[in-house]
C-alpha cells in the first residue's frame, strides 16, 4: 500500500501514536509519506531509501492574508505527494485540519481514499467550538473511514455532532521494549533518595490536565511520607502549579523537568503515575506507565477507564477529587504487594491488551478496507 500521513508534529499523544504507527507500517512492507509542517518529533533518526518519506508543506506569506493558510497549504503539497507517488490512502490524524486537507487533496486528484482518526480534543474541544462545528462534522461525514481512539470517543463525536456516521474503535498501543521497568539505582538516584516515594506526571500541562490537582494530591502524599514528584512536558499551566507548589511548601521536592524525548528513562524508576485530567480520549502517558509496572491514580473521565482499570492497574477517583487521589496514592505506595500486583497487572494489560502486534494489524486492515471501497 502506497499511504500518506497527515499528523502534528508536536510533542502530544497523536503525533507519537501517528509516527509509531507509521514506521510499523513502513516496516511491514508498505510506502509511507509523512506531510506536515515540521517533522513529527519521534521520526526523526528514521526514514532513508526504504522510507518513511517526509514532506515538508510549503508555506506563503502575502500581506493581503491576514492569516496563514494551514489545511490549504497542506492540501496542496498532499496533492503533489498523491500524485507523484500514487498514494492511495491519506490517514489524518485530527479531523481538522488534517481530514479537511485531505478531502480537499481528494476532491482536487479525484483519487487517494481518506481514513481519519480522531483522538479527542480535536472533538472534545476544537470540534464542539461553533467556530469550527460544521467543519468538523463535514470532514467526520466526508471522510471513507473514520476511527477513534475508545468507545468513548466514538460516542461522543457521534453525540456532540448528532452523526450516525460509522466509527471503528482502534484503542493506541505501546511500545512494550522501550516502555519497560528498569530500575536502575544510579538513574533513580538522581531523582529521589532511597527511602522516598517517586511520583510522576507526564502531560501538556493545558487546562484540561488539571495540573494543579497533581500538585493537590502530591502535597497530600508528601505530608504523610517522603516523597517526590517529577513533572514533565511543559504547557500553558507550567506556572500555575509552580506557584502552587511554592505555596504548600513542597517546591523542593516537586521538580519540574520540562519536555525531553526518553520520557521512558523516567517512567522506568518511578512509583506512581498521576493523571487527574477532566477530559481525556485515552491517556497515552497512563498506557506507557503502566508498560513500566507503575500503578496509575487518575481521574475517571472520558476514555481511561478503558486503559486504567480500577482496583487492577491502578485507581480511578471523580474528577477534582484530591483527597480521594491522595488517600489511593498512599494506599499503593504503603502496600508493597499491592503495588507490585498492581504494577504487574499493568504490565500485562500494555502487553495483551495494547501491544502493537495487536493494534497495528487493525489499522492495516483498515486501511486495505478503504483502499478497496
Ligand atoms: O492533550 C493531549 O494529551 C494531547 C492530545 C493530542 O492530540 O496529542 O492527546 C489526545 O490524543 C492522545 C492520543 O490518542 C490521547 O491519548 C489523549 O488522551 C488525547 N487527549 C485528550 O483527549 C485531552
Known amino acids: 500500500m502506497k499511504v500518506a500521513v497527515l499528523c502534528h508534529a508536536s510533542a502530544g499523544g497523536s503525533g507519537v501514536v501517528a509516527t509509531e504507527l507509521g514506521l510499523m507500517v513502513a516496516r511491514a512492507g508498505h510506502e509511507v509519506h509523512f506531510v506536515g509542517s515540521a517533522q513529527p518529533f519521534r521520526l526523526s533518526g528514521h526514514g532513508g531509501m526504504a522510507g518513511p518519506y517526509f514532506h515538508q508543506v510549503s508555506s506563503f506569506a502575502y500581506a493581503l492574508f491576514e492569516q496563514p ?66 467543519t468538523t462534522r463535514h470532514a467526520i461525514e466526508r471522510s471513507d473511514h473514520v476511527t477513534a481512539v475508545s468507545h468513548f470517543l466514538a460516542q461522543q463525536t457521534q453525540e456532540l455532532f448528532g452523526t450516525g456516521r460509522e466509527i471503528e474503535v482502534i484503542h493506541n498501543f505501546v511500545d512494550a521494549e522501550r516502555f519497560q521497568r528498569i530500575p536502575d539505582p544510579a538513574v533513580r538516584a538522581r531523582f529521589a533518595h532511597p527511602d522516598e516515594a517517586l511520583l510522576v506526571h507526564v502531560s501538556n500541562f493545558r487546562p484540561v490536565k488539571r495540573v494543579e490537582d497533581v500538585v493537590q494530591v502530591f502535597s497530600r502524599v508528601a505530608s504523610e511520607m517522603p516523597a517526590r514528584l517529577l513533572m514533565i512536558g511543559d504547557g500553558p499551566d507550567r506556572p500555575r502549579a509552580f506557584e502552587l507548589a511554592q505555596q504548600l511548601g513542597i517546591i523542593g521536592r516537586t521538580h519540574f523537568l520540562g519536555s525531553f524525548p526518553d520520557v521512558e528513562t523516567v517512567l522506568g524508576i518511578s512509583d506512581l503515575f498521576l493523571l487527574p485530567s477532566s477530559k481525556e480520549s485515552f491517556g497515552l502517558a497512563a498506557l506507557e506507565a503502566m508498560s513500566c509496572e507503575v500503578p496509575v491514580v487518575a481521574a475517571r473521565a472520558g476514555g481511561i477507564p478503558e486503559v486504567v482499570e480500577n482496583g487492577l492497574t491502578g485507581v480511578l477517583c471523580a474528577v477534582g477529587d484530591v483527597d480521594g487521589m491522595a488517600h489511593a496514592a498512599l494506599r499503593i505506595l504503603r502496600d508493597r504487594d499491592l503495588y507490585l500486583q498492581m504494577g504487574r497487572a499493568g504490565r500485562q494489560a500494555a502487553l495483551t491488551r495494547f501491544h502493537p502486534n495487536l493494534i497495528v494489524p487493525q489499522y492495516l486492515r483498515a486501511y486495505e478496507r478503504t483502499i478497496t471501497g
Do not use: C, Q
Open 69 to 134: 493558510f494551514p489545511e490549504l497549504a497542506a492540501a496542496n503539497t498532499l496533492t503533489e505527494v498523491i500524485l507523484e507517488h500514487e498514494v492511495e490512502l491519506s490517514h489524518a490524524h485530527y479531523a481538522i485540519p488534517h481530514a479537511t486537507a485531505a478531502i480537499h487533496a481528494k476532491a482536487i486528484t479525484g483519487r487517494s481514499r481518506v481514513m481519519t482518526t480522531l483522538h479527542g480534543t480535536d472533538v472534545t474541544l476544537v470540534g464542539a467550538e461553533p467556530a469550527f462545528r460544521h
